[in-house]
């Protein structure tokens, strides 16, 4: 059976309920007849013998979703108030693993604020540039792991602080989802570091605070204490000198108060005095 429409009906554009299926699409939700199209096809269409009757090969494809509704597309399913066959308003996606996203959507993306949720139990609330997370925001790992800091396409960008279960944490300098730049570090022991990062790793200037008393201040790398620093043992007596993989070594200096011994380190031993 050809689908017709009759030129001389009045359409009537308010919203109804239906089903209506465009191409991969199934929706069930309020939709209204575009009129433009209408036009458009009513203006290319060849008409038939009779003059009022227009042949249509695809009547839906001049309907939008328009309302709250459903739509059910690739497996994934959109969820919401639509407006010209998007999500414009409140709503939520749900993709084929699960993920989650809702929250207020133009134009089928989400621009300001919202939450997305993982299959796996992350949950992440806060701003969103065009479906990403972009802006200010906090997640929540299954974990118990909290992030609160800046986002940028999805990855962590920016200022931030980390909190994970054993009581550690981090606040500083963040780029593509590692420590990087300037940041203090608390481990679950007390441990504490204050200074420049590289990928994650204590690389650059800083201070290592070993809550005993003790502390080494000076160049790090790789996570190691690697160049030049002194250690303190108290704020009156320290070594100066030059750290090698965590090892002091070569020419250096312990100072005791007013005192001063200067020696030669290999492999974190003085082996010489002078």
Known sequence: MKNIVDKTNKF???????????????????????????????????ENITENIIEIKNLNSLFDFDGPGILLKKKII??????????????????????VY???????????????????????????KKNKMNGYGK???????????????????????FNWPDGSQYEGNILNNQIQGFGNFIWSNGLKYVGEWEKGKMDGKGILDFNNG?????????????????YFWSKTKYCEGYWINNLQNGEGIIVNENKELTGFWKDGKMIKKF
Do not use: A, C, M
């Open 12 to 46: 009537n554009l308010y919203p109804v309920y239906s089903d209506i299926n465009k191409k991969d699409k199934i929706y069930y939700g309020s939709w209204s007849l575009n009129i433009n199209k209408l036009n458009i096809l009513l203006k290319n269409s060849k």
């Open 78 to 99: 959109f969820e919401g108030v639509f407006d010209e066959d998007f999500l414009n308003g409140p709503g939520r996606i749900i993709t084929q693993i699960g993920d």
């Open 102 to 128: 809702k929250g207020v959507f133009d134009n089928g993306l989400l621009n300001k604020t919202g939450i997305f949720q993982d299959s796996l139990g992350n949950k992440y609330e806060g701003e969103f």
């Open 139 to 161: 997640e929540i790992f299954k974990d118990g792991s909290i992030f609160d800091g800046f986002y940028v396409n999805n990855q962590k960008s920016g200022k931030g602080k």
């Open 214 to 230: 003790e502390f080494y201040e000076g160049l790090f790398f790789d996570n190691k204490k690697h160049g030049k620093g002194k």
